[in-house]
T-cell receptor
Framework: AQTVTQSQPEMSVQEAETVTLSCTYD???????LFWYKQPPSRQMILVIR??????QNATENRFSVNFQKAAKSFSLKISDSQLGDTAMYFC???????????FGTGTRLKVLA | DAGVTQSPTHLIKTRGQQVTLRCSPK?????VSWYQQALGQGPQFIFQ???????QRGNFPDRFSGHQFPNYSSELNVNALLLGDSALYLC??????????????FGPGTRLTVT
């Protein structure tokens, strides 16, 4: 069975600073995908970044990047130059090629302070 | 291009009642997944519909059922509501391929309160 663990329920960061959100996962599959989703207070969840397990290079999307440590089963999200609009719940998720369901962590509430 | 839409936005039901939630996928998508998000928790997979069939189900009782229509829209039905069914219900749409290969787009959700 797959599990996703986010051990930081809440975090805060000053505007323009950098913050890293942690995520660990467990799966017995060799072909899997990892995601970070953002859920702002308006509720609509949006994809922030995606990583294929077979790719060694860490994914980046503008100010968002991941540190994918496959052996440690760690998938952290780094947000650079934090903006007030980054305030949201962030969920780490995992899925494998042999299934259709996504397993989500419990989320990290990030507050960006002015 | 309309994204994923869900209706209603909120609803309040009484224990024992039945409820139907609706979802229209993003244009071009043929697959709909439903998730339950309890307060302070991450989304939990309920089931996924593709080609009008349920093709995978999470760990939810038979009180949760669904349907997908020829236009790819979907309904989630919950019978014999319990207080514990109070949650945000999210619909996500994607293309029909295997998980992970195609991005899931989420709707704004339906907030169900059971009293």
């Amino acid at each position: 069975a797959q599990t996703v663990t986010q051990s930081q329920p809440e975090m805060s960061v000053q505007e323009a600073e950098t913050v890293t959100l942690s995520c660990t996962y467990d799966t017995s599959e060799s072909n899997y995908y990892l995601f970070w989703y953002k859920q702002p207070p308006s509720r609509q969840m949006i994809l922030v970044i995606r990583q294929e397990a077979y790719k060694q290079q860490n994914a980046t999307e503008n100010r968002f990047s991941v540190n994918f440590q496959k052996a440690a089963k760690s998938f952290s999200l780094k947000i650079s130059d934090s903006q007030l609009g980054d305030t949201a719940m962030y969920f780490c998720a995992c899925t494998t090629s042999g299934t259709y369901k996504y397993i989500f962590g419990t989320g990290t509430r990030l507050k960006v302070l002015a | 291009d309309a994204g994923v839409t869900q209706s209603p936005t909120h609803l309040i039901k009484t224990r024992g009642q039945q409820v139907t939630l609706r979802c229209s996928p993003k244009s071009g998508h043929d697959t709909v997944s439903w998730y339950q998000q309890a307060l302070g928790q991450g989304p939990q997979f309920i089931f996924q519909y593709y080609e009008e069939e349920e093709r995978q189900r999470g760990n939810f009782p038979d009180r949760f059922s669904g349907h997908q229509f020829p236009n790819y829209s979907s309904e989630l039905n919950v019978n014999a509501l319990l207080l514990g069914d109070s949650a945000l219900y999210l619909c996500a749409s994607s293309s029909g391929g295997l998980a992970g290969r195609y991005e899931q787009y989420f709707g704004p959700g339906t907030r169900l309160t059971v009293t």
